[in-house]
């Protein structure tokens, strides 16, 4: 993210032009993330949710547990 972002802010990277550089990065591959973009004002990458529910029999404190699958969000 940060190579493509440089790339795109060009020769004079500075915290507005990176900003600038990010809203125009689109979609993008991360690992163990299967949708993910950037864009105007969208610096989070995760396109994706996921319902869980709290089980306190989990472990010593309990623990979110997924109940859903991993779904692509707009």
Do not use: C, H, M
């Not at 949708?35 to 004002?41: K, R, V």
């Not at 089980?55 to 623990?63: A, K, N, T, Y």
Request: proline share 8%.
């Amino acid at each position: 993210i940060l190579k493509t972002a440089g790339d795109l802010a060009g020769g004079d990277l500075n915290p507005d032009s990176f900003l600038q550089a990010l809203d125009l990065v689109g979609p993008i591959d991360l690992a163990g993330v299967p949708f993910a973009s950037l864009g105007p004002d969208k610096y989070d990458a995760s396109d994706a949710l996921r319902i869980g529910q709290f089980d306190p029999s989990v472990g010593e404190s309990g623990r979110l547990v997924p109940v859903s699958d991993l779904e692509a969000i707009d």
